[in-house]
Each structure stands twice: as C-alpha cells, then as structure tokens.
C-alpha cells in the first residue's frame, strides 16, 4: 500500500477554483504516472487528468483548457489546480498512482460547485 492523502476539496460558486493536492508517503519518481479520477454520484468513475513520471500530462476532454495537472517531486506531491468550475464538476475526486502492476488509491476529496 502507498498511502494517498488528498486535501483541497471543498463548496465553491460556478466559475470558482480550487486546487486539491496529494500528499504521497512515497517517491511519486517511482511511480509510472500519477493522475486524478472523480466519481459523481450515480455515475461511473473517470479519470480526469493524469502525468507521467516525465511530465507529460492528459486530461478528460470535460476538463481540458479548466484543469492542470503538476507534480513536485520534491515534496512527492501531485496538484490539481481547477478553474472555471461547473456544478457538473462536483464528485468526489481521488489521487492515483499508478505503477507496473498496480494503482493505488487515495481516501477521495469532496468537490461541490453551486450554480
């Protein structure tokens, strides 16, 4: 197991931002990519953004141009900075890290956007 702790999360208006972390208890160099999926209630999980270990970042094209994705190794921490937040946004949104035979989840942050 490598333990995920996501923060961040929280109630912000349409059009707000916030930016989760995830704090890794690992060298997030060790993993092969480090990304973030979100669940909203009754739909099925989707991965949102994701890194690889060299940098190269992808996101959902429901997000793409909103959300970035970044990485400081250093601190082994992975960032999702989100902007122009829709309600559609609203999930519960997970760290994962993702390694050669396994992904390892995070606890999930809670995300609400109000209209």
């Known amino acids: 197991q490598v333990p995920l702790v996501e923060s961040g999360g929280g109630l912000v208006q349409a059009g707000g931002s916030l930016r989760l972390s995830c704090a890794a208890s690992a060298s997030i160099s060790s993993f092969n990519a480090m990304g973030w999926y979100r669940q909203a209630p009754g739909k099925q999980r989707e991965l949102v953004a994701k890194v690889t270990s060299g940098g190269s970042a992808n996101y959902a094209d429901s997000v793409r141009g909103r959300f970035t994705i970044s990485r400081d190794n250093a601190k082994n921490t992975v960032y999702l900075q989100m902007n122009g937040l829709k309600p559609e946004d609203t999930a519960v949104y997970y760290c994962?890290?993702?390694?050669?035979?396994?992904?390892?989840w995070g606890q999930g942050t809670q995300v609400t956007v109000s209209s």
């Open positions: 994962v890290a993702f390694r050669v035979g396994g992904i390892y």
